[in-house]
């Protein structure tokens, strides 16, 4: 597939849920959640007749998002299943991580190709107050188990929030120095809750980071699905990296599409828009869902505007990350 500016578009983030263990603040309410009910969210026999169709249009990646995916306790057998088509050649997961010390050697069993965990902060009480129900020694032990099975190309993402303080930077960075896994900080964008929060740039990051370990040395290669760039730092296993969508904009290089949990596709993150696949994956009318997503990458927009103060109005959970 490519859209009307020539972007190939070969990538798609599949959201399998909307539910979520966390309750993160810039993310999620901490009352007052509407949702989707289990009839509204894609099966796995519509998540499979999407991937085997998008398949043959040339989707080759497949990230499964949520909500947190490990949630749904189909997410390992639809992982096994989706790795079985033919075209598809990585399937990765997104996870908070509370549930990954439970899962991770189930994942690594389904041969999934890569995985990203969610640590905003190594100070267990701000941990605590950033998730409000989290427990951050979880999601250490799972990251731990991760890494103990030998699941490969495993990331921890940590959102560029305002509060982040220098010493926070440099611990959370320093987990790619002692083990062989990338961290990447996020630019808060603009999408629901994230509206109302401060954040770092990445040249604020970059600052901090050099003062503590030393010059960053850019790193070509590319070390997944995404658009970050990465850099490398002496004596440091793993790289570090930065996905900054408003101060680095990577649109021009965009090649993905996301299907949110309901089966609405988004072909921009910041659209409030989207095209329902829903009707045509119940029926497995291959013919209609095929040219609604053909339609629908064709509108693709050259860019996203979250710089002119525009954006999806629902929440990052009700999008799929």
Do not use: W
């Not at 990538?11 to 539910?19: A, C, F, G, I, Q």
């Not at 189909?74 to 991580?97: P, Q, R, S, Y």
């Not at 188990?145 to 010493?167: C, F, Q, S």
């Amino acid at each position: 597939m490519k859209d009307s500016f020539n972007r190939e578009i070969d990538y798609v983030r599949l959201s399998v849920t909307d539910r979520c263990d966390l309750r993160c603040t810039y993310c999620m309410p901490a009352t007052g959640m509407c949702f989707l009910k289990k009839d509204e969210v894609l099966s796995f026999d519509e998540i499979l007749f999407l991937i085997k169709s998008l398949a043959t249009q040339g989707i080759k990646k497949v990230k499964i998002t949520g909500g947190e995916p490990l949630t749904r306790t189909d997410t390992i057998a639809l992982i096994k299943a989706i790795k079985e088509i033919k075209g598809i050649e990585k399937v990765t997961l997104t996870t908070n991580g509370i549930q990954l010390a439970k899962y991770a050697s189930a994942l690594k069993l389904a041969k999934l190709d890569g995985i990203n965990v969610s640590i905003d902060t190594l100070d267990p009480d701000e941990f605590h107050k950033i998730t409000r129900v989290g427990d951050l020694n979880r999601v250490l032990a799972g990251l731990e188990k991760a890494i103990e099975v030998g699941l490969p190309n495993i990331k921890v993402n940590t959102v560029a929030r305002g509060e982040l303080t220098d010493e926070e930077i440099c611990e959370i960075a320093a987990l790619a120095k002692t083990n062989p896994i990338h961290v990447r900080f996020i630019e808060l964008m603009p999408i629901g809750l994230g509206k109302g929060c401060p954040g770092k740039t990445q040249e604020e990051l970059f600052s901090v980071l050099e003062s503590r370990y030393g010059s960053l040395i850019s790193y070509d290669q590319r070390l997944g699905n995404g658009p970050a760039s990465y850099f490398s730092l002496p004596e440091f296993k793993g790289k570090i990296g930065f996905i900054s969508a408003l101060g680095h904009c990577f649109c021009a290089e965009c090649d993905r599409i996301r299907i949110t949990a309901e089966g609405c596709l988004k072909t921009c993150l910041h659209m409030d828009d989207g095209c329902d696949l829903k009707k045509a994956l119940q029926t497995q009318d291959e013919e209609l869902l095929l040219k609604k997503i053909s339609l629908a990458v064709l509108r693709k927009p050259e860019k996203h505007h979250f710089l002119e103060n525009q954006g999806d109005t629902r929440l990052m959970s009700q999008i799929g990350g």
